[in-house]
């Protein structure tokens, strides 16, 4: 059974970091590409960056460009999001996701497996 389970999510001040980690179980990820999104309360969810499945290409959203990375582990089928400068409208439920192929993946609907999400919450 495919797993995808998120840790790291929590409460911060602004302008602090946190990093969260999304664990992937069930298969081998190494060649899956992966996401992260997230979704505020009464918004739609929204792309917040990708990763190819070797982990050479990234891309975050322009809305944390330049605060947020995303890299990954691959022999630890672990896939992370660094955020720093943390800022009280980053405040969501944020999701990781893998999807059957090997490029950047910026599409909700493209992705396969899905977490259950981890609560980040950044006070002002």
């Known amino acids: 059974q495919v797993q995808l389970v998120e840790s790291g999510g929590g409460l911060v001040q602004a302008g602090g970091s946190l990093r969260l980690s999304c664990a992937a179980s069930g298969r081998p990820f190494s060649s899956y590409a992966r996401g992260w999104f997230r979704q505020a309360p009464g918004k739609e969810r929204e792309f917040v960056a990708a990763i190819s499945s070797s982990g050479g290409s990234t891309y975050v959203a322009d809305s944390v460009k330049g605060r947020f990375t995303i890299f990954r582990d691959n022999a630890r089928n672990t896939v992370y999001l660094q955020m720093n400068s943390l800022k009280a409208e980053d405040t969501a439920v944020y999701y990781c996701?893998?999807?059957?192929?090997?490029?950047?993946?910026?599409?909700?609907?493209?992705?396969?497996?899905w977490g259950q999400g981890t609560q980040v919450t950044v006070s002002s």
């Open positions: 996701a893998a999807a059957r192929d090997y490029g950047l993946i910026l599409t909700e609907g493209l992705y396969d497996y």
